[in-house]
């Protein structure tokens, strides 16, 4: 195996040469990546021109294809992102230019072209004639900013050049129709590819002029390709759009769509569709402040108006209050309110009296000699009953009995008795006389 890299020969100079250690030896994945880094690194991007062929289209959407011309052929492909972008329809045959970077693809070790954008031939041809008329008239000054002109904030009559069967007037004046727009459109038709395409226009922007009632001109038409769009790069219809002393608004085509009379207006809208919300937003936007005036008008007179009816309802409230009428109701309101009170006053001064005669008459009450013998009854009576609760009779009754010596005395002790003592017992219902006799005790003595 020869050797890649170092200053080594790409032959062994010997047969013992030929058996290298794996640490010198590269593998396929590692020299194919050499050989990729060179590619991409060495060979920048660029223009490639040549015949399509060999056209596959992958349902993930990429898009493989060769370029060809006598001496060789090249491998390319169109990844999906990049393929949705073309307006060029790959094809079999048709002679192309495409911009793209080389890689390899390494798993089978191919090297590719990857193509980011695609132009017919003939469209290369149009692109360098593009660049170089607008380098010249970009260095005479045709598209210095100083020379552009504002656009009139609220444009009564605008002028639309462009073909009057397009898909362009139509979305224009749908646009301005939808956004209630109150001006006056005028269509000014002239063809808008091929022939005399920009002759025509050109004419069309001088006889605007001419007529003097246009506040605004719009020149513009529908997307295409670069063939299609061509009159808007035309020298005479650049230098008309310049040279107009009305402002002027380039609408053409689609946003990604270039054209000189973009760099002559004064203003670039991206799509005839983006002109009419331009030209219509400033309308737009004083129709809401309109409203919103009107709302806040409203507002403020409603609020007005409550003000001076509550002023009024307060007037005429007072007028009530100083009538003649009103003063003598008021004053037989007073008079019945006075009524009331007079009487409420003589019941309030009868119920006192009352009250004070009542306590009158329950202080004689007390104070009487026929109550205090009442009262002085009822205690006599209640220390009677209690004199009779603690009398001697009393305490018989309930079964005691008195003894009495032979004076009279109350004998108190069993140590006063003695043998042979006459005393007598008084009971409840009399008297009996008792002698007192004696028993021996356990000494021999008697006791009583």
């Known amino acids: 195996m020869a050797e890649y890299g170092g200053t080594q020969g790409l032959t062994p100079r010997r047969e013992d040469d030929v058996a290298v250690s794996d640490a010198r030896a590269a593998t396929v994945t590692e020299f194919t990546r050499r050989v990729k880094t060179l590619l ?31 001496g060789a052929q090249l491998s390319a492909v169109l990844f999906r992102g990049d393929a949705l972008r073309q307006t060029v329809d790959l094809r079999d045959g048709l002679q192309v230019v495409v911009y793209g970077q080389i890689s390899v693809y390494e798993a089978r070790g191919n090297y590719q072209l990857i193509v980011r954008a ?11 004639e593009f660049e170089a008329l607008k380098r010249r008239l970009q260095e005479e000054g045709l598209f210095l900013p100083e020379k552009k002109r504002p656009l009139p904030e609220m444009p009564h009559t605008v002028g639309f050049i462009t073909s009057p069967t397009g898909a362009a007037v139509r979305d224009f004046i749908q646009i301005m129709r939808r956004r209630s727009w109150r001006g006056r459109l005028v269509v000014l038709p002239a063809k808008v590819q091929g022939e005399g395409a920009a002759l025509e226009m050109a004419a069309m922007l001088r006889r605007a002029e001419a ?5 605004l001109l719009v020149i513009g038409r529908g997307g295409g390709s670069l063939e299609d769009l061509w009159a808007f790069n035309e020298e005479v219809l650049v230098r008309a759009v310049a040279a107009c002393a009305i402002p002027i608004i380039s609408a053409v085509g689609h946003e990604i769509d ?117 009262l002085e009854s009822h205690r006599l009576l209640a220390l009677w009953k209690r004199l009779q609760a603690v009398s001697p009779a009393s305490v018989l009754n309930r079964g005691f009995v008195i003894l009495r010596d032979a004076e009279g005395n109350p004998v ?32 021999g003595q008697k006791t009583p």
């Open 40 to 70: 991409e690194t060495g060979i920048p991007a660029g223009w490639v021109r040549g015949e399509v062929s060999n056209v596959r289209r992958q349902s993930s959407g990429h898009i493989y294809f060769s370029l060809k011309d006598a």
């Open 118 to 128: 695609v132009i017919e031939d003939g469209v290369g041809r149009l692109q360098r």
């Open 211 to 215: 007529l003097g009632i246009f506040d």
């Open 258 to 374: 270039v054209t000189l009379c973009d760099f002559a207006a004064d203003v670039r809208a991206e799509t005839p569709s983006g002109a009419a919300e331009l030209i219509s937003s400033r309308f737009v936007a004083c129709a809401d402040r309109a409203l919103q005036a009107g709302a806040d008008l409203e507002r403020h007179v409603r609020a007005t108006l409550t003000d001076l009816r509550r002023h009024l309802d307060h007037t005429r409230a007072r007028l009530r209050l100083l009538s003649p009428t009103r003063q003598v109701e008021q004053g037989y309101l007073r008079l019945d309110d006075l009524s009331n009170r007079l009487a409420a006053a003589a019941d309030r001064r009868v119920q006192r009296y009352h009250r004070e005669v009542t306590a009158l008459r329950h202080t004689l009450v007390q104070r009487s000699p026929e109550w205090r013998v009442q």
């Open 412 to 443: 108190l002790r069993k140590a006063a008795v003695q043998p042979g003592m006459t005393m007598t017992a008084e009971f409840a219902d009399g008297i009996a006389s008792l002698k007192a006799e004696g028993k021996r005790n356990t000494k």
